[in-house]
């Protein structure tokens, strides 16, 4: 069989990715996924010649592939031989082409569009190849209920990927759709086994009852063996380990759910299933290495390169233009020295993906040669220290010592953590600033606030690989974030040399964390006891200790500055909180978030705390209506930033912030226990929650004036929760005030939406619930041109027809519609939400057929369809009245579906 037409499209459109990367700014991600699918075509075709097909669907299939590959060709070869006769170096060209960039521009636009087209055509005949089962090569994990295999384990050094290949399995649409339930865990070297299967059983929404270990694993065991899932346990370090923990994991038994381990030993593999499969992870060839360090270490282009470009180019003078023009080209090309440099550096690096991150987030920093072989000197040093395995260690620590001093604090505060723990962002700032590691002399430096300091910080260590992303918030600021192990280690090991943590009885502590309950006790599980007496005695002896290790801390460690409950630090915590915190002078952050208190007080000490920035004091009571008193001493703490107040508070609580001019997180506020009045005075809020009552009584004469109530234009986030409604004119008149609002989350009965001008432009997200909107929100929300994530859940509208109008949403992402039970019709009009990349339907049981719109959506990633009947299911089967509007989808996941 000729193999030519494709063979010679995969080496046009790999040269033209070498060559052209410049122009091919905002292109270039489309050109590389359709060189990947002409690669799994190539295989296909191969395949094909060995099976000798001689059938019509096959020949058919192959007939089609190969005109496929001709017209990649033409579309690529045309573009690329327009635009390379004025690649030609020299000011005087870079002059010329400054003429002709509208119009290259155009055609890059042009380009894009046709390799939509080819794409969207490969998509359909993978599709008809699925639905006449001609066998072709996956783009995916295969599933198999049928094999007796339930283990599949990942191993591999440390540092070689393995979290990464099982993270893209766990995320995968084939794999979502095909279990009834997931469930990750990471178990590292230290663990506690029962912590382990609670935190499976939470995935899985298992109730918890046991009394005992035995009695958890029992019932892990018997939901893990009756329902389809899948288990993904990562960094299993020991025989032991697997050993203490697999009594909670059916592997020998005959069980639709499978179970996917990660390793780093050889022995541990053979040892948990010997039918399971394994398979180990290589290190990447010299190519892959060199990929990866290119696209880390030289910065990219922003997909919207050329578009910003050429639409901003006017607002420059002509002169300014041309040079901008020329070191904006220029500065995309890469310095053969620079490449010789760098791959002498990656072949340092044993070609470990781990190693190879990091060296490459180091050089992104570094712009000169001159820097780049002050590196490569450097970087020869420390990899002579180290030998195989050992060498990563040593990348590891050049990208701690290349790193500025300010750097180095902000990487080592993260050694308080714990292994594998997925930190919030804006609680590390927060604990960076009350630690000092941010001060104020940043600050005043550039007019910036601490936070805003302490944000960018965290940016450049991940910019350095040096922290990992977990998850992005709507506005792609960091939102949680971990350290790989291996950078853990070394991370522990600087700050045990150096005594960052100031564990030495001849230094005062000055920092707690508490990332379990200090006591780790369930007391339902105590109140169940059939012996009142002996309960009553062992519960007041229980109240004592507790009360004894309160005072305790804070009598002798008076020079604490940070005492914070992280999560699964939650639980009862004794009769109250002791008056003698009041002793704790110096502290800056207090986070008693989720510990429950038999007493509602809080006791008037606190007002002592004057040093305080942070203080979380969302404790709940136990037993009783769960409402705390809170003194009226908040006042007294004016270098307040972060406030978040109880969930609720009693009539008598009637606090006054009005001298909390330093604020930016205010959390929980609603006007039964506090003044409204008093937000005209917080200048500097960034992010407000309002929960419960928000009556404007006592502004009623500044609402009539029309002056805003809140007088922060910095205000970023605004979140309101009343289930007794809210007055849609104090609404309008509230968000009004908010000029700057990025994310809006409403859960409150309003009826209609204000309309859109009450909005600011630069909402990008937006969530709804409980609204019970009778009006359609998508008129209003369609105006948000900001917008990129939108959120409408249970009850957020009851009306029966929702319209996305024809050029609308232009910005819009991610589209969730979840809980609307009323929603019979859905319509999305052509070029409607032209960039949308998820779309979630879930229990919208009336809804009766999916929008036709859809097919007119080429940016589509991902459509999951969850909680809804079998029949809207079926209609999108080929064959039926759904099918041509999802043809083109490169993912469709089904879960939770009835009336099957």
Same mark, same amino acid.
């Given at each position: 069989?000729?193999?030519?037409?494709?063979?010679?499209?995969?080496?046009?459109?790999?040269?033209?990715?070498?060559?052209?990367?410049?122009?091919?700014?905002?292109?270039?991600?489309?050109?590389?996924?359709?060189?990947?699918?002409?690669?799994?075509?190539?295989?296909?075709?191969?395949?094909?010649?060995?099976?000798?097909?001689?059938?019509?669907?096959?020949?058919?299939?192959?007939?089609?592939?190969?005109?496929?590959?001709?017209?990649?060709?033409?579309?690529?070869?045309?573009?690329?031989?327009?635009?390379?006769?004025?690649?030609?170096?020299?000011?005087?060209?870079?002059?010329?082409?400054?003429?002709?960039?509208?119009?290259?521009?155009?055609?890059?636009?042009?380009?894009?569009?046709?390799?939509?087209?080819?794409?969207?055509?490969?998509?359909?005949?993978? #599709?008809?190849?699925?639905?006449?089962?001609?066998?072709?090569?996956?783009?995916?994990?295969?599933?198999?209920?049928?094999?007796?295999?339930?283990?599949?384990?990942?191993?591999?050094?440390?540092?070689?990927?393995?979290?990464?290949?099982?993270?893209?399995?766990?995320?995968?649409?084939?794999?979502?759709?095909?279990?009834?339930?997931?469930?990750?865990?990471?178990?590292?070297?230290?663990?506690?086994?029962? #912590?382990? &299967?609670?935190?499976?059983?939470?995935?899985?929404?298992?109730?918890?009852?046991?009394?005992?270990?035995?009695?958890?694993?029992?019932?892990?065991?018997?939901?893990?063996?009756?329902?389809?899932?899948?288990?993904?346990?990562?960094?299993?370090?020991?025989?032991?380990?697997?050993?203490?923990?697999?009594?909670?994991?059916?592997?020998? *038994?005959?069980?639709?759910?499978?179970?996917?381990?990660?390793?780093?030993?050889?022995?541990?593999?053979?040892?948990?299933?010997? +039918?399971?499969?394994?398979?180990?992870?290589?290190?990447?060839?010299?190519?892959?290495? &060199?990929?990866?360090?290119?696209?880390?270490?030289?910065?990219?282009?922003?997909?919207?390169?050329?578009?910003?470009?050429?639409?901003?180019?006017?607002?420059?003078?002509?002169?300014?233009?041309?040079?901008?023009?020329?070191?904006?080209?220029?500065?995309?090309?890469?310095?053969?020295?620079?490449?010789?440099?760098?791959?002498?550096?990656?072949?340092?690096?044993?070609?470990?993906?781990?190693?190879?991150?990091?060296?490459?987030? $180091?050089?992104?920093?570094?712009?000169?040669?001159?820097?780049?072989?002050?590196?490569?000197?450097?970087?020869?040093?420390?990899?002579?220290?180290?030998?195989?395995?050992?060498?990563?260690?040593?990348?590891?620590?050049?990208?701690?010592?290349?790193?500025?001093?300010?750097?180095?604090?902000?990487?080592?505060?993260?050694?308080?953590?714990?292994?594998?723990?997925?930190?919030?962002?804006?609680?590390?700032?927060?604990? &960076?600033?009350?630690?000092?590691?941010?001060?104020?002399?940043?600050?005043?430096?550039?007019?910036?606030? *601490?936070?805003?300091?302490?944000?960018?910080?965290?940016?450049?260590?991940?910019?350095?690989?040096?922290?990992?992303?977990?998850?992005?918030?709507?506005?792609?600021?960091?939102?949680?974030?971990?350290?790989?192990?291996?950078? +853990?280690?070394?991370?522990?090991?600087?700050?045990?040399?150096?005594?960052?943590?100031?564990?030495?009885?001849?230094?005062?502590?000055?920092?707690?964390?508490?990332?379990?309950?200090?006591?780790?006790?369930?007391?339902?599980?105590?109140?169940?006891?059939?012996?009142?007496?002996?309960?009553?005695?062992?519960?007041?002896?229980?109240?004592?200790?507790?009360?004894?290790? &309160?005072?305790?801390?804070?009598?002798?460690?008076?020079?604490?500055?940070?005492?914070?409950?992280?999560?699964?630090?939650?639980?009862?915590?004794?009769?109250?909180?002791?008056?003698?915190?009041?002793?704790?002078?110096?502290?800056?952050?207090?986070?008693?978030?989720?510990?429950?208190?038999?007493?509602?007080?809080?006791?008037?000490?606190?007002?002592?705390?004057?040093?305080?920035?942070?203080?979380?004091?969302?404790?709940?009571?136990?037993?009783?209506?769960?409402?705390?008193?809170?003194?009226?001493?908040?006042?007294?703490?004016?270098?307040?930033?972060?406030?978040?107040?109880?969930?609720?508070?009693?009539?008598?609580?009637?606090?006054?912030?009005?001298?909390?001019?330093?604020?930016?997180?205010?959390?929980?506020?609603?006007?039964?226990?506090?003044?409204?009045?008093?937000?005209?005075?917080?200048?500097?809020?960034?992010?407000?929650?309002?929960?419960?009552?928000?009556?404007?009584?006592?502004?009623?004469?500044?609402?009539?004036?029309?002056?805003?109530?809140?007088?922060?234009?910095?205000?970023?986030?605004?979140?309101?929760?009343?289930?007794?409604?809210?007055?849609?004119?104090?609404?309008?008149?509230?968000?009004?005030?908010?000029?700057?609002?990025?994310?809006?989350?409403? +859960?409150?009965?309003?009826?209609?939406?204000?309309?859109?001008?009450?909005?600011?432009?630069?909402?990008?997200?937006?969530?709804?619930?409980?609204?019970?909107?009778?009006?359609?929100?998508?008129?209003?929300?369609?105006?948000?041109?900001?917008?990129?994530?939108?959120?409408?859940?249970?009850?957020?509208?009851?009306?029966?027809?929702?319209?996305?109008?024809?050029?609308?949403?232009?910005?819009?992402?991610?589209?969730?519609?979840?809980?609307?039970?009323?929603?019979?019709?859905?319509?999305?009009?052509?070029?409607?939400?032209?960039?949308?990349?998820?779309?979630?339907?879930?229990?919208?049981?009336?809804?009766?057929?999916?929008?036709?719109?859809?097919?007119? $959506?080429?940016?589509?990633?991902?459509?999951?369809?969850?909680?809804?009947?079998?029949?809207?299911?079926?209609?999108?089967?080929?064959?039926?009245?759904?099918?041509?509007?999802?043809?083109?989808?490169?993912?469709?996941?089904?879960?939770?579906?009835?009336?099957?």
């Amino acid at each position: 069989m000729d193999f030519s037409a494709i063979s010679s499209v995969i080496q046009t459109v790999g040269r033209l990715l070498t060559q052209e990367a410049t122009s091919l700014m905002g292109g270039k991600d489309q050109v590389e996924d359709l060189q990947k699918e002409l690669e799994w075509m190539q295989s296909f075709l191969k395949e094909a010649d060995a099976r000798k097909v001689d059938n019509e669907v096959d020949r058919t299939s192959i007939n089609e592939i190969r005109e496929l590959a001709y017209d990649v060709e033409d579309v690529i070869e045309t573009f690329a031989l327009k635009v390379a006769p004025r690649r030609k170096g020299g000011f005087s060209n870079v002059i010329k082409r400054f003429a002709c960039i509208l119009n290259e521009g155009g055609l890059l636009r042009q380009t894009k569009c046709e390799i939509q087209k080819i794409t969207a055509r490969i998509t359909q005949l993978t #599709r008809r190849l699925q639905t006449y089962d001609v066998k072709q090569p996956r783009d995916g994990p295969e599933v198999d209920d049928e094999s007796d295999c339930k283990v599949v384990s990942i191993w591999g050094m440390g540092g070689i990927g393995k979290t990464t290949l099982a993270k893209k399995i766990f995320r995968h649409s084939q794999v979502i759709g095909h279990f009834n339930h997931l469930a990750w865990v990471y178990v590292s070297q230290q663990f506690q086994k029962v #912590r382990v &299967w609670k935190d499976i059983s939470s995935s899985l929404q298992i109730k918890n009852n046991a009394d005992r270990d035995e009695e958890l694993a029992e019932i892990l065991h018997n939901f893990l063996k009756d329902n389809k899932c899948l288990v993904i346990i990562d960094d299993i370090w020991s025989i032991e380990a697997w050993d203490s923990l697999k009594s909670a994991f059916p592997v020998a *038994m005959n069980t639709n759910s499978k179970f996917l381990l990660t390793f780093r030993n050889k022995e541990v593999v053979s040892h948990v299933d010997r +039918r399971g499969y394994s398979y180990e992870l290589q290190c990447l060839d010299d190519d892959e290495s &060199w990929k990866l360090f290119q696209k880390i270490a030289f910065l990219q282009v922003h997909s919207t390169g050329t578009y910003y470009l050429i639409s901003n180019i006017f607002i420059l003078d002509l002169f300014f233009t041309f040079f901008y023009l020329y070191f904006y080209i220029k500065k995309n090309i890469v310095d053969p020295k620079l490449e010789e440099l760098g791959k002498d550096m990656v072949n340092s690096c044993r070609r470990l993906p781990l190693a190879i991150s990091v060296l490459g987030g $180091i050089l992104a920093t570094k712009s000169s040669i001159h820097e780049w072989q002050i590196m490569h000197k450097n970087a020869k040093s420390y990899l002579k220290k180290g030998k195989g395995a050992q060498d990563i260690e040593h990348v590891l620590a050049l990208s701690y010592d290349d790193s500025p001093p300010y750097l180095r604090s902000c990487f080592l505060y993260l050694s308080q953590f714990l292994e594998d723990y997925q930190i919030r962002a804006e609680r590390l700032i927060q604990l &960076w600033v009350a630690e000092g590691i941010v001060s104020s002399i940043e600050e005043e430096g550039n007019g910036e606030i *601490m936070e805003d300091v302490a944000e960018g910080f965290l940016d450049e260590l991940v910019e350095r690989c040096m922290v990992q992303v977990g998850e992005r918030d709507p506005t792609l600021k960091v939102k949680t974030c971990h350290m790989h192990d291996l950078m +853990r280690d070394l991370c522990l090991s600087i700050a045990k040399q150096e005594n960052f943590s100031r564990i030495k009885s001849s230094i005062p502590l000055r920092s707690i964390l508490f990332f379990w309950h200090p006591f780790d006790l369930d007391l339902e599980l105590c109140l169940s006891d059939e012996d009142d007496f002996w309960w009553f005695f062992w519960f007041v002896c229980l109240i004592l200790k507790w009360q004894r290790s &309160w005072n305790y801390m804070f009598g002798n460690f008076k020079k604490l500055k940070v005492l914070s409950f992280e999560e699964g630090g939650k639980g009862y915590s004794g009769f109250k909180l002791s008056s003698a915190i009041g002793n704790l002078i110096h502290l800056r952050c207090l986070n008693l978030c989720c510990i429950a208190f038999n007493c509602p007080n809080i006791p008037s000490s606190l007002g002592n705390l004057r040093c305080l920035q942070t203080l979380d004091l969302r404790i709940f009571r136990h037993g009783g209506d769960g409402a705390l008193n809170v003194p009226n001493i908040i006042w007294e703490l004016e270098q307040l930033r972060h406030l978040c107040l109880p969930l609720t508070m009693t009539d008598k609580t009637k606090l006054k912030l009005h001298t909390l001019t330093n604020i930016l997180t205010l959390i929980n506020f609603n006007t039964r226990n506090c003044f409204v009045v008093d937000l005209s005075k917080f200048t500097k809020l960034r992010k407000l929650g309002i929960l419960g009552p928000f009556n404007i009584d006592d502004i009623k004469e500044e609402l009539d004036k029309n002056l805003p109530i809140i007088a922060s234009d910095c205000l970023r986030s605004l979140s309101i929760w009343n289930d007794e409604g809210i007055d849609p004119k104090v609404l309008a008149h509230l968000l009004s005030s908010c000029v700057n609002l990025c994310e809006l989350i409403l +859960r409150v009965k309003i009826e209609k939406l204000p309309d859109f001008h009450h909005f600011s432009s630069s909402t990008a997200y937006v969530h709804l619930i409980g609204c019970k909107l009778v009006e359609d929100p998508m008129p209003t929300l369609e105006n948000l041109h900001n917008l990129r994530v939108l959120e409408l859940y249970v009850y957020a509208f009851i009306g029966k027809e929702m319209v996305c109008s024809v050029l609308h949403f232009p910005k819009l992402e991610s589209l969730n519609l979840s809980g609307l039970w009323n929603l019979e019709e859905w319509k999305v009009e052509e070029r409607a939400v032209p960039t949308l990349h998820h779309l979630k339907i879930s229990g919208c049981g009336k809804l009766k057929m999916l929008l036709d719109g859809l097919r007119f $959506i080429t940016t589509f990633q991902e459509l999951k369809i969850e909680y809804m009947p079998k029949e809207f299911k079926d209609k999108m089967v080929q064959g039926r009245e759904d099918f041509y509007k999802v043809q083109h989808l490169p993912s469709i996941i089904f879960y939770h579906i009835y009336g099957v």
